[in-house]
């Protein structure tokens, strides 16, 4: 073990030391040996009251005869709502109401704790949220979406007295979101407790530098602050693990003075270090303890990933010196039928379907994520462009972000990036989506404001902002040289600020990009926008000879029930379809790669905007988390998998015309047999993604074959389904934790008589539990069904169901029984531990 170089630096003097573009981290990975130093904070989840001032005497106080509810954190209080056409909110809020919320929860704080320092830290609340503890006014915080904290500790009882803490969350002007924000306490609560000398709150910054497979070199900064009234000789100690084996060490004694902060810079060199990436992301672990007296008064851990990477003006993204292609899609922050309220294993079961798709990156659209997103993808292996805001100065809805730019947003970047900039999954900045100041010189101003800021804390990523897009379209030629007027382009595209150029769509003029923008690399920052509706097939009408259903026939009248074409043809119109877009982006080495609009349905922005819609069509995986075809168009091109899957349905009537698609790979040919006779060999011609045959309708069985070198290489068969007969369920993980958290997300599927899924299928399904769980969110994926998420039945759509079950705190058994009318019932057993 070895002492390693260090320096102190004041908080007066510049910490932008680091030099990389490369590594870092905070996943919270558990290690036998580290869970010694997981105590500096505990969940505060746990046994809040809650008052929604649903009442015009409410007004927003309330008092002695105030009505609370029981619950734990986190919570959205408007997915528990009813769905209304008339919501404030408006369709793209998801037609659910916000209004405004009280929370508040009694604690004891022990009296050994006395001197020491309790803060509470939310990582999120939607919105306009005030806090209160004791009756003393402590802050407000308006962005609904980052993390911030509250030092308790002046206005605390300690021993047997009671704290109470009350928090106002105001969501009632609205819209002030273009898509569903949902309400309330929706992400994680902490009570820390530290002594008055410890490692600030995400004080902690790590980069890595002269990166190889041979070495590589740490450079870890802390900031320590002294909250006594008197100067401390402390000893601050750095040790790296991988997993449970020591790397290196280094400390140093130090003082630090009364009621101030200083930096610690430490240095390690790393031999052989085990390299993150998407295929392998390893990870290590700083833990950082501080001494007095030789006696452990704080310690403080911070995961890190190394790697080395770049965005190349050639050869687009490289990373750890391999070139590969950045295969991203875009997700807002809902997780369908559970809505905003965070939970870990929804959002890992989303990541775990993007990955089985092929996707290595994320963009978290368009807000900071929780820190479970991040934390997962660490861990995971995702590439993530981690962004701050969808609007500047200027608003894009009434009540919006915009109305508290001026005072918050430097404070509201700042804590993002001190978050976040240690998680090795974070590989790109950025400050703005489609902001309406793009075009012009005061968007210019305040994009280079926001450069600036995000490169005070870290200069080791590029920066960008998703432009809508760059160039003009509004232009014959969609190639120009940069040397002509800048009105061609986006203000701030043109303006040398930017360290990538980040596309909205324009997927026209990706194949131009090095000769419009010479000096700075490319990445699609939001790409497609191509709807479907899963399951769905139909014709328009009997009129319309067309498959499928066109962007500009009205949804309503031509297109039944608000349904789309899940054939990959239908798009917005200033999108593509899945398959266009990324012909484009696998021809050109220098664009570095996309992210898709979007990986999944989310809740809000239906496109367009019609009621009785109320989620969108834009997601490759619908609400309820069931792929789409297109999935498997993404399949066939992302993964190495052996990959044949062919539709739609085969439940049609006698002699109607059908289309039927297939996405294949690793083979030369498919073949497609109705009912054991061959309607033909298949083979895709040119940049093709997938192949289709015509062919009229007959019940039975269509069977594909797919064949490499004349040997079959998949086989997939599709049967004429008869009428609904009996039910069956499937369970994610038919094991699950007894924390009170854990979730099985069970499907249910309608067959026939002889267990084939009947397409068609939408029966309302019933749900029962017995035992240690209880149902969370019901759903089917179906973007115009006003059921409830909360409920304890739901319609099946394209015959699938879902419904999602949370274990409690005791282990034992969860009995999970489906009903329908006139179907046989079926029960899955999930078992807590």
């Given at each position: 073990m070895k002492l390693k170089f260090f320096k102190i630096v004041s908080l007066q003097q510049s910490w932008l030391l680091g030099t990389c573009i490369f590594a870092l981290t905070l996943f919270s990975c558990k290690n036998k040996k580290q869970d010694q130093f997981d105590n500096r904070k505990i969940s505060f989840n746990e046994e809040w009251s809650f008052h929604l001032n649903d009442s015009i005497n409410d007004k927003d106080t309330i008092g002695k005869t105030t009505v609370w509810k029981n619950l734990d954190l986190p919570h959205d209080w408007s997915i528990e709502g009813k769905f209304d056409e008339k919501s404030p909110a408006g369709y793209g809020g998801g037609a659910l109401n916000g209004g405004l919320g009280w929370y508040k929860k009694t604690f004891k704080i022990k009296e050994s704790d006395r001197n020491k320092i309790v803060s509470v830290i939310f990582d999120g609340v939607y919105c306009n949220s005030e806090v209160w503890i004791n009756g003393h006014y402590i802050g407000k915080r308006p962005n609904g979406y980052i993390g911030f904290q509250y030092d308790l500790s002046p206005y605390l009882n300690f021993g047997e007295t009671n704290n109470e803490i009350l928090v106002k969350v105001d969501n009632s002007k609205q819209p002030n979101s273009r898509w569903y924000s949902g309400s309330g306490i929706y992400r994680n609560v902490w009570l820390q407790i530290t002594d008055k000398v410890h490692v600030a709150e995400n004080g902690t910054h790590i980069t890595t530098s002269q990166v190889s497979s041979e070495k590589a070199k740490v450079h870890i900064e802390t900031t320590i602050r002294n909250q006594n009234k008197e100067a401390k000789k402390i000893t601050v100690s750095t040790t790296i693990y991988k997993e449970d084996e020591k790397i290196e060490t280094a400390q140093q004694e130090v003082v630090v003075t009364e009621t101030n902060s200083l930096f610690i810079e430490q240095d390690f060199e790393i031999q052989n270090p085990a390299l993150w990436s998407v295929e392998k992301p390893e990870l290590y672990t700083a833990v950082t303890e501080v001494f007095v007296n030789e006696k452990v008064i704080d310690s403080y851990k911070t995961n890190f990933g190394i790697r080395d990477f770049r965005f190349d003006l050639e050869k687009g993204f490289i990373l750890n010196n391999k070139q590969i292609k950045i295969k991203g899609?875009?997700?807002?922050?809902?997780?369908?039928?559970?809505?905003?309220?965070?939970?870990?294993?929804?959002i890992e079961r989303q990541l775990q379907i993007m990955k089985e798709m092929g996707v290595n990156g994320i963009r978290t659209a368009h807000n900071p994520p929780a820190p479970e997103l991040l934390d997962l993808c660490d861990k995971m292996g995702f590439i993530v462009m981690d962004e701050a805001f969808d609007m500047w100065r200027t608003p894009k809805t009434k009540y919006d972000y915009a109305s508290v730019w001026d005072e918050w947003f430097e404070r509201d970047l700042f804590d993002q990036i001190k978050r976040d900039r240690n998680h090795p999954s974070v590989f790109i900045w950025s400050v703005g989506n489609e902001i309406p100041e793009q075009w012009n010189e005061t968007g210019v101003l305040i994009a280079k404001n926001l450069i600036d800021l995000v490169k005070q804390?870290?200069?080791?990523?590029?920066?960008?902002?998703?432009?809508?897009?760059?160039?003009?379209?509004?232009?014959?030629?969609?190639?120009?040289?940069?040397?002509?007027?800048?009105?061609?382009?986006?203000?701030?595209?043109?303006?040398?600020?930017?360290?990538?150029?980040?596309?909205?769509?324009?997927?026209?003029?990706?194949?131009?990009?090095?000769?419009?923008?010479?000096?700075?690399?490319?990445?699609?920052?939001?790409?497609?926008?191509?709807?479907?509706?899963?399951?769905?097939?139909?014709?328009?009408?009997?009129?319309?000879?067309?498959?499928?259903?066109?962007?500009?026939?009205?949804?309503?009248?031509?297109?039944?029930?608000?349904?789309?074409?899940?054939?990959?043809?239908?798009?917005?119109?200033?999108?593509?379809?899945?398959?266009?877009t990324w012909k484009i982006i696998k021809k050109h080495d220098f664009l570095s790669g996309m992210f898709v609009w979007t990986g999944f349905d989310y809740i809000g922005e239906p496109t367009p905007y019609e009621w009785p819609s109320i989620s969108s069509y834009f997601g490759i995986v619908d609400l309820a988390g069931f792929p789409k075809d297109v999935y498997y168009m993404y399949q066939s091109e992302w993964t190495n998998k052996d990959v044949l899957h062919i539709f739609p349905h085969w439940n049609w009537k006698v002699g109607q015309t059908v289309d039927v698609w297939a996405y294949y790979n690793h083979a030369d040919e498919v073949e497609l047999f109705l009912n054991g006779k061959s309607v033909g060999k298949r083979s895709k011609k040119g940049d093709d993604l997938h192949v289709m045959w015509r062919i009229p309708f007959q019940p039975g069985t269509l069977k594909a074959v797919s064949r490499k070198d004349g040997k079959v290489v998949l086989e997939k068969e599709i049967q004429t389904a008869g009428n609904p007969s009996k039910l069956n369920v499937s369970a994610d993980r038919n094991e699950i934790i007894a924390d009170g958290k854990d979730l099985s997300f069970i499907t249910v599927d309608v067959l026939d008589a002889k267990g084939i899924l009947v397409p068609t299928a939408k029966n309302e399904i019933h749900f029962s539990v017995k035992g240690k769980g209880k149902i969370v969110g019901v759903g089917s994926g179906n973007p115009v069904s006003h059921e409830s998420f909360k409920g304890n039945k739901h319609t099946a759509m394209a015959g699938k169901c879902l419904v999602i079950v949370q274990s409690e705190k005791e282990s034992g058994r969860i009995e999970v029984t489906a009903k329908a009318n006139g179907l046989q019932p079926k029960t899955i057993v999930i078992t807590t531990k």
């Open positions: 899609v875009c997700l807002h922050h809902d997780l369908g039928p559970l809505g905003s309220a965070v939970n870990t294993r929804a804390q870290d200069p080791t990523r590029p920066v960008t902002v998703a432009m809508n897009p760059p160039v003009n379209m509004n232009i014959d030629e969609v190639t120009l040289q940069f040397d002509k007027a800048k009105t061609y382009f986006n203000a701030i595209a043109a303006s040398g600020a930017l360290d990538l150029i980040g596309y909205n769509y324009a997927h026209q003029t990706y194949a131009f990009h090095q000769k419009n923008f010479p000096t700075t690399p490319f990445i699609a920052t939001e790409t497609t926008s191509a709807l479907a509706t899963r399951g769905y097939y139909d014709s328009v009408s009997d009129t319309i000879k067309k498959w499928p259903v066109r962007w500009d026939l009205k949804f309503t009248g031509g297109n039944p029930g608000n349904t789309v074409s899940a054939y990959d043809q239908v798009q917005a119109p200033w999108g593509s379809t899945h398959e266009a």
